[in-house]
């Protein structure tokens, strides 16, 4: 009985086995419409030469990187120097970036783990409390936090009303303004990986911890984290990246003073007298680093498992 299961088993295991690369074609034209392709279009422009009136000019060149790394004067007849302009705004990307996603690691790790200790029957209650602001617009959730943050706002009103502060304080067009509308924007993408390591943890470990005498401190750091790292590592990421190529959080919140890489991509693809070469090979550099990024988070993956 045993041994037919098997033999049925593996017999239909190989059912589709000559059919297997037919059966994952839909997943792979869609991969390479809509991923690879454009991809594949940014990489030949950002090699292109922009046309005085805007456009292109297909004369392949390193000019759109050289403009990014070097600084040639006026003229750009002089010798290369670095050009710290865009890399002073690369790196504001980066750690504005990782500002708001250690902001939403402090506030969606309790909140996930909060979640996951809730009574089965109102997880899904939490969850949807969780996700739903998010039905609406990122655009409109955004412009409302503007509305929340200025010096008239509802947020300053309260602060005065609970005589926190006496008089309002400028929050928008900072760097902190900018934090706090990457922070709301990506909050569920730290929250909702996080939740599902802990619902998975099996909670009788923590217990014997307690037994042994094991402070609260000490299970959570060296018994809860190691087994829902891989869902903290995920919402990191989830949270990172999107944050580090945003635009509309510094361009509405923010303003000309917070302007990060996503916003200086934007610029050069308005309107015909954009620097489409340059705004492509702005693009390239920060898939370039996201890929970096996702590979080393890879490596320590696989170190860890192993």
Do not use: H
Not at 21 to 41: K, R, T
Not at 179 to 187: D, K, M
Not at 238 to 247: E, K, M, N, Q, T
């Amino acid at each position: 009985m045993a041994g037919g299961a098997t033999t049925g088993g593996a017999a239909r295991a190989e059912t589709y086995a000559g059919v297997r690369n037919w059966l994952l074609l839909p997943s792979w034209l869609v991969l390479c419409i809509l991923v690879l392709a454009p991809i594949g279009i940014m990489l030949v422009y950002s090699f292109l030469t922009k046309e005085f009136r805007g456009g292109v000019i297909w004369e392949f060149s390193l000019a759109a990187y050289d403009q990014f790394f070097c600084d040639r004067g006026l003229f750009g007849d002089e010798p290369c120097s670095i050009e710290w302009t865009y890399i002073t705004i690369f790196w504001r990307s980066i750690w504005q970036a990782g500002a708001a996603t250690l902001l939403a690691l402090l506030i969606g790790f309790p909140t996930a783990f909060f979640i996951a200790t809730r009574p089965e029957r109102s997880r899904p209650l939490w969850v949807f409390l969780i996700t739903v602001p998010y039905w609406v617009n990122l655009l409109i959730r955004t412009v409302s936090m503007k509305f929340l943050l200025r010096d008239n706002g509802p947020m300053n009103d309260a602060l005065i009303g609970m005589g926190v502060i006496a008089e309002p304080i400028t929050i928008i067009n900072t760097n902190l303004a900018v934090q706090i509308g990457l922070f709301y924007s990506y909050l569920p993408f730290m929250v909702l990986p996080i939740y599902a390591a802990v619902e998975r943890f099996d909670f009788r470990l923590s217990e014997a911890a307690a037994d042994l005498y094991a402070s609260k401190w000490v299970t959570l750091r060296r018994v809860v984290l190691p087994a829902v790292r891989p869902g903290v590592i995920a919402g990191c990421i989830l949270v990172f990246v999107p944050s580090l190529g945003a635009f509309l959080a510094p361009d509405l919140l923010g303003g000309a003073k917070n302007f990060m890489i996503g916003s200086l991509i934007e610029e050069q693809f308005k309107g015909s007298a954009g620097n489409w070469p340059f705004g492509a090979a702005a693009a390239m550099i920060l898939l370039s680093m996201v890929l970096v990024i996702l590979l080393i988070s890879a490596r320590q993956s696989q170190r860890s498992s192993a």
